[in-house]
């Protein structure tokens, strides 16, 4: 990917921005999550639990979830996707209710041919019901180094981060009658799996499996949250992400991000909603 001279200044800016932005991290993959399926596929690579690695081969893909469950959160982490020709698999990181009925937050990494740019898919479900997806091509190889990936979840909105960037700022617009996530308790959840019919090109580029396994790391995981026990929440005050907004610096980061670098945007698309487009996008 190229940038322009105006380009590389604001993503010089918007990068001093991120190194302000980054959250101090506590997390222990060791204490905090549980690797739930993937049959050793998923490893966690020190006694101090900072780093894990998630692999896919032919036979499995591989997860973690948290093991707590939380009504509202800030959950972050670090990831070094998988490199090379990746076509045909999605490594994750999201927030998810269970049940028929489910709530979820997503980032999810759609893999591409070798010299092709991966596709961040982000989406909100409430109540079983998506179709609020946006998608970006990243200013960056995120299979280089570790970038930062952000979910706030608060009883205002949700706002999905990169580096400390805001690209994305979902609303709780409930009172026109736009379902929001705010009933459900839900537990972080990563996974690197196969997706071949769907994840390249909508499938038009599969799988190599001659390139297996293919392995994407995970580090400083941190989550702070209103964890839910017996029935409830409980919430330590003061908790910052839990009345965040984004003020008009903020804005311009979503602008800015959006107007250069979204490929999709469901707000947009009028071939799949010909009879109108949501009245509210975010």
Same mark, same amino acid.
Not at 47 to 74: A, I, R, V
Not at 250 to 270: F, R
């Given at each position: 990917?190229?940038?322009?001279?105006?380009?590389?200044?604001?993503?010089?800016?918007?990068?001093?921005?991120?190194?302000?932005?980054?959250?101090?991290?506590? @997390?222990?993959?060791?204490?905090?999550?549980?690797?739930?399926? @993937?049959?050793?596929?998923?490893?966690?690579?020190?006694?101090?639990?900072?780093?894990?690695?998630?692999?896919?081969?032919?036979?499995?893909?591989?997860?973690?979830?948290?093991?707590?469950?939380?009504?509202?959160?800030?959950? $972050?982490?670090?990831?070094?996707?998988?490199?090379? #020709?990746?076509?045909?698999?999605?490594?994750?990181?999201?927030?998810?209710? %269970?049940?028929?009925?489910?709530?979820?937050?997503?980032?999810?990494?759609?893999?591409?041919?070798? @010299?092709? %740019?991966?596709?961040?898919?982000? #989406?909100?479900?409430?109540?079983?019901? @998506?179709?609020?997806?946006?998608?970006? /091509?990243?200013?960056?190889?995120?299979?280089?180094?570790?970038?930062?990936?952000?979910?706030?979840?608060? %009883?205002?909105?949700?706002?999905?981060?990169?580096?400390?960037?805001?690209?994305?700022?979902?609303?709780?617009? $409930? *009172?026109?009658?736009? *379902?929001?996530?705010?009933?459900?308790?839900?537990?972080?959840?990563?996974?690197?799996? $196969?997706? $071949? /019919?769907?994840?390249?090109?909508?499938?038009?580029?599969?799988?190599?499996?001659?390139?297996?396994?293919?392995?994407?790391?995970?580090? !400083?995981?941190?989550?702070? &949250?209103?964890?839910?026990? !017996?029935?409830?929440?409980?919430?330590?005050? #003061?908790?910052?992400?839990?009345?965040?907004?984004?003020?008009?610096?903020?804005?311009?980061?979503?602008?800015?991000?959006?107007? =250069?670098?979204?490929?999709? !945007?469901?707000?947009?698309?009028?071939?799949?909603?010909? =009879? &109108?487009?949501?009245?509210?996008?975010?």
């Amino acid at each position: 990917m190229k940038f322009s001279y105006g380009t590389r200044f604001a993503f010089l800016a918007l990068s001093l921005f991120a190194l302000q932005s980054v959250c101090v991290y506590a @997390g222990s993959f060791h204490k905090d999550v549980q690797i739930h399926w @993937g049959d050793g596929r998923g490893k966690i690579h020190d006694n101090e639990g900072k780093l894990l690695s998630l692999s896919l081969d032919k036979s499995s893909g591989s997860g973690f979830q948290s093991t707590q469950e939380f009504l509202y959160g800030k959950a $972050e982490v670090q990831m070094k996707l998988v490199p090379g #020709n990746s076509a045909g698999t999605v490594t994750t990181f999201y927030l998810k209710a %269970p049940g028929t009925m489910w709530d979820e937050i997503d980032f999810e990494f759609l893999g591409n041919i070798s @010299g092709h %740019p991966y596709t961040l898919h982000t #989406n909100v479900y409430t109540k079983g019901s @998506g179709d609020k997806e946006q998608q970006f /091509h990243l200013w960056f190889d995120p299979t280089v180094g570790f970038h930062t990936y952000c979910i706030t979840w608060n %009883p205002q909105r949700i706002i999905f981060t990169v580096d400390g960037i805001p690209i994305r700022e979902f609303k709780n617009s $409930e *009172p026109i009658g736009i *379902p929001f996530p705010k009933d459900q308790p839900m537990r972080v959840y990563a996974s690197l799996w $196969e997706a $071949e /019919h769907w994840a390249t090109r909508g499938g038009l580029e599969k799988t190599d499996w001659s390139k297996a396994p293919f392995t994407a790391f995970y580090r !400083n995981y941190n989550v702070e &949250g209103c964890v839910w026990a !017996n029935g409830k929440s409980s919430c330590p005050a #003061n908790f910052p992400w839990y009345t965040q907004t984004l003020d008009q610096s903020g804005l311009d980061k979503v602008k800015w991000a959006q107007s =250069k670098y979204m490929v999709y !945007n469901y707000c947009t698309d009028t071939k799949r909603f010909p =009879k &109108g487009v949501p009245k509210v996008c975010t």
